[in-house]
C-alpha cells in the first residue's frame, strides 16, 4: 500500500491561488494514473484532475483553464496549481494513486476553503 500525505490547503479569497501536494511514500514512476479529488459538503466525492504514466491530463469542466497537475519524479511528489479560486472551489481535496496492478490508495484530504 502505497501512503499519500496532502499539503498546501488553506483558507484563501475568491481569485486567489492555492498549490496542493501530495507527497507518495515511493516512487511514483510506475503509477498507472496519479489524480486529485474533491469532496464538497453535500456532495459527491468528484474527480477534478489526473494526469496518467504517459503524460495525459485530463480536467472537471469546471477548472479546466484555473487548475493544472503536474508531478516531480524526483520528489516523488503530484501537484496541483489552482488559480482564479471561487467559492465553489470550497471542499476536502484528496490525492489519488492507482498502480499499475490498479490498486487504489489514497490521501487523507486538505481542506481548502475560499471566500468570496
Known amino acids: 500500500q502505497v501512503q499519500l500525505v496532502e499539503s498546501g490547503g488553506g483558507l484563501v479569497q475568491a481569485g486567489g491561488s492555492l498549490r496542493l501536494s501530495c507527497a507518495a511514500s515511493?516512487?511514483?514512476?510506475?503509477?498507472?494514473?496519479m489524480g486529485w479529488h474533491r469532496q464538497a459538503p453535500g456532495k459527491q466525492r468528484e474527480l477534478v484532475a489526473a494526469?496518467?504514466?504517459?503524460?495525459?491530463?485530463n480536467y472537471v469542466d469546471s477548472v479546466k483553464g484555473r487548475f493544472t497537475i503536474s508531478r516531480d519524479y524526483a520528489k516523488n511528489t503530484v501537484d496541483l496549481q489552482m488559480d482564479s479560486l471561487k467559492p465553489e472551489d470550497t471542499a476536502v481535496y484528496y490525492c489519488?494513486?492507482?498502480?499499475?496492478?490498479?490498486?487504489?490508495?489514497w490521501g487523507k484530504g486538505t481542506l481548502v476553503t475560499v471566500t468570496s
Open positions: 515511493r516512487t511514483i514512476f510506475s503509477f498507472r494514473t
Open positions: 489519488r494513486i492507482t498502480t499499475t496492478n490498479g490498486v487504489d490508495s
Open positions: 494526469i496518467t504514466s504517459g503524460g495525459s491530463v
